[in-house]
């Protein structure tokens, strides 16, 4: 329809939620959710390694594309699960950046599996990239919303590969 709107964007090559409103109402009380930080947004990603701190916070500056200005991030990460140097790791944004993940997991020296840009390990076999939205989290007009995201096949292909049992109903 014309009246959807696109209300937050990912990565082309990340799967998982996206919010589109059907109105311009809900359109409007969207985007002040996601402005004031409203909406809990969670993401899974298989990533090569595992990072020395199993959780924390990290505060990193990225600098913009289009007018070098430097932009400050906060994501919380957790790593849930990890076997034959791969692990399976909770990113849970507190601002939403180009990249942002991306370029954190590359920080923590575990870059994203079939992350073409961030991920300098070329030995391994062309895969996808390895990170989805998998969960959102909001309150609208006195409603809890808790949504989920499938798994994209080749996700859990790659974990089973790398002998990862994940169950996603335990986050």
Known sequence: SENYNLVHRLDRETSGLMIIAKNLQYTRLFGKLFKSQKIKKTYLAICEGVPKIK?????????SDINDKVIQTKTFYKVLLY???TSLIKFEPKTGK??????????????????????????K????????????????????F??????????????????????????
């Open 98 to 123: 180009k990249h942002q993940l991306r370029l954190v997991a590359k920080n923590l020296g575990c870059p994203i599996v079939g992350d073409l840009k961030y991920n300098l390990n070329q030995n």
């Open 83 to 85: 076997n034959n140097n």
């Open 146 to 171: 808790k949504i989920t995201s499938a798994l994209p096949k080749d996700f859990t292909n790659y974990l089973k590969l790398k002998n990862i049992k994940f169950n996603p109903t335990t986050i």
């Open 55 to 63: 959780e924390s916070y990290v505060d990193l500056d990225i600098k």
């Open 125 to 144: 076999q062309r895969e996808n990239l390895k990170l989805n939205a998998f969960m959102l989290e909001f309150n609208t007009e006195d409603n809890e």
